[in-house]
């Protein structure tokens, strides 16, 4: 069995190289895409935290109840973001961050 | 889980993640993400958190990925294909991860070095077992030598996380009528 800290660092690798993905594309979904991956290596540590500490012999369900909750937000979170990108499309017919800069001062 | 298969599906993991960067195409990216998540999953089966890898697999791999690629196709991103990398972007997306792994790395280097975290505790089902209503179907269970995880969520989620279940049912209804109106025609 792996010790803690190889999934610690596993998840944050997967973290990291979902970071890389934000800062290096430009098409939004992927960009969105990689957001996904970094939530999900915050499950993963939540995940191996509730597994070695176990409370009255049982894994620690506290834990995976936020991982449970961060599922469901995280679901919620892309169909509205998808819905976003859909109307932003219709807008201005591009999803490339380098063209949308109409933010800018 | 066997170590080896921890690495196999760590490996396949971020092999997936890598993919999503450099796939050119966002479809391809979007079957790249479903390997990372699916090998993810398994890890979570792993750590004994058999519903939690179930519910990423339904969640992410069925409803998420299906709504991205159904956005892909929409959206006709043919086109857009000339997603050509910046040299400052790409310093920054490669300086900034490797400090924050280099930083990682050596905050794991010097604690949890003592023995209760290089090897998961065992579970003492049987020891569990006490602390729930004699006869039912979790206590049984874990009398039995079975870690009867859905239940225990189940349990969880109907006694403790009472209210945030309802918060999360108002969050999902505000959802729904966000992504109604965001996609609803403006007429003028």
């Known amino acids: 069995m792996p010790s803690l800290n190889e999934y610690l660092f596993i998840s944050g690798l997967l973290f990291c190289i979902g970071l ?15 957001l996904e991956l970094m939530l999900a290596a915050a499950s993963l540590t939540m995940v191996a935290f509730t597994r070695f500490n176990t409370v009255q012999g049982l894994p620690d369900y506290d834990g995976q109840m ?23 499309y219709r807008a201005r017919q591009t999803i490339n961050t380098d063209e949308l800069t109409s933010l800018k001062g | 889980m066997p170590s080896i298969l921890f690495y196999i599906f760590s490996a396949i993991m971020c092999l997936g993640a890598l993919m999503v960067i450099f796939n050119r195409n966002p479809v391809a990216s979007a079957l790249s993400m479903l390997l990372s998540f699916i090998s993810l999953a398994a890890i979570f089966i792993g750590l004994n958190s058999y519903l939690i890898g179930i ?30 990398f910046k040299p400052a972007a790409i310093a920054a997306g490669i300086i900034i991860p490797i400090v924050l792994l ?5 905050v794991l280097h010097v604690s949890h070095q003592d023995e209760q975290y290089s090897q998961a505790p065992e ?15 979790i206590a049984t269970d874990l009398s039995a030598g079975k870690l009867p995880d859905v239940h225990l969520i189940g349990h969880y989620l109907f006694t403790d996380y009472n209210f945030p279940i309802q918060v999360i049912a108002v969050l999902l209804l505000s959802a729904t009528v966000g992504c109604v109106v965001l996609s609803k025609k403006i007429s003028s």
Do not use: H, W
């Open chain 1, 20 to 34: 890389t993905g934000v800062i290096v594309r430009k098409n939004i979904i992927v960009i969105f895409m990689c």
């Open chain 1, 66 to 88: 936020l991982v449970f909750f961060v599922i469901t937000v995280a679901a919620a979170e892309v169909a509205v973001g998808l819905a976003v990108i859909v109307a932003l």
């Open chain 2, 55 to 84: 519910l990423q697999i339904l969640v992410y791999s069925g409803a998420v990925m299906v709504l991205f690629i159904f956005i892909i196709m929409l959206l006709d991103l043919q086109k857009e294909d000339k997603d050509a």
């Open chain 2, 102 to 106: 280099i930083q990682l790395a050596s």
């Open chain 2, 123 to 137: 579970l003492e089902l049987a020891e569990a077992a006490k602390n729930f209503p004699e006869g039912s179907v």
